[in-house]
């Protein structure tokens, strides 16, 4: 069964920054692509990032580049987000999910809420 837990979410003021954490079970990480996913209140999941499989390829939404950065250490099955220059329209619960772009398998999501 495939297993993902999300932490690392919090409040932070507009310009900061977080590390957002998902570590994997249940399945051979490093045989997977891997994605965050945001759903932001009343709207449905947008896509965030996708690395593929060893890190070797990265994609973002056009709303995140060049703010945040994903990244895997597949010894200890974990996905990264790191968050930079963080804007109120980031606030979102964020998840990790199993393969590339919006379809796989998510985690229980993490709130990140960005507000002064």
């Known amino acids: 069964e495939v297993q993902l837990v999300e932490s690392g979410g919090g409040l932070v003021q507009p310009g900061g920054s977080l590390r957002l954490s998902c570590t994997a079970s249940?399945?051979?990480?490093?045989?997977?692509?891997m994605s965050w996913v945001r759903q932001a209140p009343e709207k449905g999941p947008d896509w965030v990032s996708s690395?593929?499989?060893?890190?070797?390829?990265?994609a973002y939404a056009d709303s995140v580049k060049g703010r945040f950065t994903v990244s895997r250490d597949d010894a200890k099955n974990t996905l990264f987000l790191q968050m930079s220059m963080l804007r109120p329209e980031d606030t979102a619960v964020y998840y990790c999910?199993?393969?590339w772009g919006l379809g796989g398998s998510r985690g229980q999501g993490t709130q990140v809420t960005v507000s002064s």
């Open positions: 690395i593929g499989i060893g890190g070797g390829s990265t």
């Open positions: 249940g399945f051979t990480f490093g045989r997977s692509s």
């Open positions: 999910a199993k393969g």
